[in-house]
């Protein structure tokens, strides 16, 4: 029976793709970026006679989770071909030039004929999958042909299907994973609970990937003459909802703080809401090359996906979106450059490192722009600016190493 139900969800979660389509973009790249998936991708791998590494995530925020993972298997093992998958349009679009894998492609539907060719034209001989991806026809093809495959930085709830008394089909796929690497000693026990013994609590690769990140000496010119010697805050992954408390902070504050917007979705309407509701001079990063006197702008609208990670090194604050919706996206990226950290209240629970770092005294959950101004003020007083920059800084530090905790298993495993 659990079998019959997975496929049919499979059957009609593609259906609403396919009827999503036409007139949703997303939808229309999931499946564009499957049309004659089979073709293109045994064209890619056919004279590949290397050992093949295969790396697949939900979207871009797992694929920066699994990167230092990734790029030290590169370092380590340059005999070996990468490949990396997305399931989402989010994550491939962003990623799909990423200069460090040899293949990069959307996985394709979760059937059991589409498993079978897949790892068939793959024929790889370590597979990771990245904190929440459990497709059973993969993991279940891959556990018959005896191919070793690690999950890494997973999170594990009691909410979770696998906890649940009806989460037997579920409870038999974490079985099929010869380890599982999780990201605190909660999940560990939860695992355990469930009779799941092959896991360990390595932390969270993002503390690697953060850090990594800070110590590059990447810069953006036009970002560095826009900021000038003026202090600023950048507004990551930015929902509606977000500047609904922002808007008004910002038109306040313009004439002592500047501003960088990277909205999470950067549609021309998104884009021309945010310079409507704006009382101060603003300019796209798209028209900054051709503009002079950048510093003259008090803020600066990001109409572009993948500069957010790097924009963070010219803040002296940062507030992070999603809150308010879905959840709350990555707040380590700024962190690791060490600044306080502001977001919305309502949903950043299940985000330890927002917990975290509200008890440490450099992040806040802030209800409206009331809160916002109020708390903005008491950061600035005397000595608590500082403190606060220092705690988010020695927290990310303190942090890592899940990396080679992960990589030390893979090892005894590629050397086997």
């Known amino acids: 029976m659990g079998i019959f139900l997975y496929n049919l969800a499979i059957a009609i979660l593609r259906l609403i793709y396919t009827a999503a389509a036409p007139r949703n973009e997303k ?63 989010s994550g491939y679009e962003a990623r799909k030039n990423y200069p460090h894998a040899h293949y990069i492609f959307y996985l394709p539907w979760d059937t059991r004929k589409n498993a079978e060719k897949f790892i068939e034209i ?24 005896k191919i070793p495959l690690v999950c890494i930085s997973s999170v594990f709830r009691k909410q979770q299907i696998f906890f649940k008394w009806y989460g037997g089909f579920f409870r038999k796929m974490l079985q099929h994973f010869n380890h599982i690497f999780v990201q605190d000693h909660a999940s ?21 990937r953060v850090w990594q990140l800070a110590q590059q000496p990447d810069t953006l010119p036009l970002v560095e003459q826009f900021k000038g010697r003026d202090k600023v805050m950048v507004i990551g992954s930015c929902w509606p909802e977000d500047l609904d408390v922002l808007m008004p902070f910002i038109n306040e504050q313009h004439n002592r703080t500047k501003f960088i917007i990277a909205p999470h979705e950067i549609s021309e309407q998104q884009l021309a809401s945010i310079e409507r509701g704006l009382r101060a001079r603003s300019i796209r990063y798209s028209k900054a090359s051709v503009e002079g006197q950048l510093e003259s702008f008090s803020v600066m609208i990001i109409d572009n996906i993948g500069m957010l990670a790097r924009l963070y090194r010219y803040g002296e604050y940062a507030w992070v979106g999603g809150a308010f919706g879905k959840g709350l996206h990555n707040i380590l990226e700024p962190a690791c450059y060490g600044m306080p950290v502001f977001f919305g209240n309502k949903n950043y629970q299940k ?40 705690v988010s800084r020695q927290y990310v530090e303190e942090k890592r190493g899940a990396t080679n905790k992960i990589m030390s298993y893979c090892r005894n495993l590629l050397s086997a």
């Open 27 to 89: 939808a229309r790249l999931f499946l564009k970026g499957r049309a004659s998936f089979f073709k293109k991708f045994a064209d890619a791998l056919h004279p590949n006679a290397q050992p093949v590494i295969w790396m697949h995530c939900a979207s871009l925020g797992e694929f920066e989770q699994g990167r230092p993972v990734l790029e030290t298997l590169k370092n380590e093992y340059p005999e070996h071909k990468l490949l990396v998958t997305f399931f989402s349009p």
């Open 122 to 145: 793959a024929r790889p001989v370590l597979v990771l999958f990245v904190k929440y991806e459990f497709w059973y026809h993969y993991v279940n093809e891959l556990h018959r042909r």
């Open 188 to 208: 560990v026990q939860l695992l355990k609970s469930i009779n799941i013994r092959q896991v360990s609590h390595a932390g969270d690769t993002r503390f690697d």
């Open 351 to 390: 985000f330890p490192e927002a917990l975290d770092l509200i008890y440490r005294g450099s992040a806040f959950a802030i209800a409206d722009y009331h809160q916002l101004k109020k708390v903005f003020e008491m950061i600035n007083e005397p000595g608590t600016y500082m403190l606060a920059c220092e």
